[in-house]
């Protein structure tokens, strides 16, 4: 598939944009393992607005990251413009504009997935935004705002009209919030859609590469982003792609060599933070999910989740190489939530 001329082949594996965790360390990983798209998480246009150093930071695109989007949020038009400008100067490879996020703080703003309740307002700032860069425009959304109102099929030739040349579905509405099964028949009709030309990238609880199989081949899809799948798990897109081209499942990692990757992606994380704490903070919520299926792991979570020095995290880690030194991760009963 194509956004403008940026060819990204066949079937490409896009990481999902996600707030406190698409961040540099985190990208680093996915991309050594094999996601072919990357974003940014969603950058607020009225922060840009106000040139906040910690968006700036968001912003900041590095060399390992490409092809990757900037994606950003907002209500009004102006300012949305203003920021798809101020972002087309960090240089990514297009704009994303974020209109599937259901948290209340943001749609309760008219923001993300708010502006599914006033689709002439979110079709003219897609518009406004393809006029005012040079860069390739790109939008993500949801099926609707419920399961009476899901104007996808509609929505998605609007976006097209206007100029926007891919179109990411994440297969829920906006009451769903993250409740409920992706819906990827409805994402399927879209592309079946004969008026759609645009590529379509179907997005919603891939969580293993069976599951990435089974959603392409019922949707038609041109693309897959994968989410929540990646956090704990950045080879998944490796394994996807393992999958598609030999229909065999690779085994998952020995501990060892999570634990390798688990520093990896904490060294990354301090050479971009300010100070190292913020670093293991931000690890946090990865470590969570790095272990799973591991017997009697609970005190080395604990930990994991109280140590505050990088020496700590590093014996904890060292510690947990060898205990389970010759223990593969076992994904079995692994859940989004
Ligand atoms: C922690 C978290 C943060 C998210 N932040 C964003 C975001 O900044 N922009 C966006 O478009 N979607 C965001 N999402 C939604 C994901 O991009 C994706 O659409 C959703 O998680 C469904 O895909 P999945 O089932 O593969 O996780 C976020 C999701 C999570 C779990």
Redesign the pocket.
Known sequence: MKIGNLDLGHLPLFL???????YKSFRYLCKKFGADVM?T??VSADAIGKEMEATKRKMTIFDFDRPIAI?I?GSNIEAMVWAAKVAQEANPNYI?I?F??PMKKIAGKGC?AGLLKDLPKLVKMAGEIVKAVDLPVTA?TRLGWDFTDMPIIDLAERLQDVGIQSLTI?G?TRSQL?TGE?DWALIGKVKANTRMKIPIVG?????SPEKAKAFADQSGVDGL??????IGRPWIFRDIRHYFNTGELLLPPFVPEVVESVKEQLIQSISWKPEPRGAILEMRRHFARYFPGLEDFREYRIQLLQATELEQVLAILDAIAVTYASVRVDYTNIS?K
Request: aromatic fraction near 8%; hydrophobic fraction near 30%; include cysteine.
């Open positions: 999902a944009p996600m707030e406190d965790v698409t974003s998480e969603f994606q949020y994303d974020n599937g996020c993300g993500k994440h829920r993250f992706a997005n919603g609880d891939i969580s982003m994968i989410g929540r799948g990646a989004l």
